[in-house]
């Protein structure tokens, strides 16, 4: 397990105003900070500083990230949390935290909504027939 802080100049470009928190979909599910883009930076920036360990509970954190840059677009500093949080998850990667194969890709779907229709089609098509228990 790496303890080496990530190199993450972007989050500094946070002035951590919280204009991205209504935004985030895992804050409007969970109400927690750690789970708004300002949360996340303030982790990372944690981190960074070396007063939070790089774990499993501080890599749960960021992989609960849809990485949807909802964010982005409500960001008055221009901050890019996707690509933020893109090289935070390829450092946990590299550190041995990896989510699982079919996580991944449901978060991929997750991000494009076209593909997420399409998807959540064929959920109701196994539904149905009663094979989605199988998966």
């Given amino acids: 397990m790496s303890n ?5 100049p ?3 470009d946070c002035i951590t105003c919280g204009l991205c928190i209504p935004s985030c979909p895992t804050w409007q599910l969970t109400g927690r900070e750690s789970q708004s883009p300002r949360g996340r930076v303030h982790l990372i920036r944690a981190h960074e ?3 939070l360990p790089f774990d499993a509970d501080f890599v749960g954190e ?4 849809l990485v949807c840059r909802r964010c ?3 960001c008055p500093a221009g901050v890019s949390f996707g690509g933020v949080m893109e090289h935070a998850r390829e450092e946990a990667r590299d550190a041995g935290f990896a989510l699982p194969r079919k996580v991944r890709l449901l ?17 109701r098509w196994l539904q149905r027939f009663g094979l989605a228990q199988r998966l």
Avoid: F, I, Y
């Fill in 4 to 8: 080496a802080p990530l190199p993450l």
């Fill in 10 to 12: 972007s989050t500094l």
């Fill in 49 to 51: 500083e070396g007063r």
């Fill in 62 to 65: 960021l992989e609960d990230c």
């Fill in 72 to 74: 982005e677009s409500v």
């Fill in 107 to 123: 978060l991929k779907q997750l991000n494009r909504p076209g593909r997420l229709n399409v998807s959540m089609g064929a959920v």
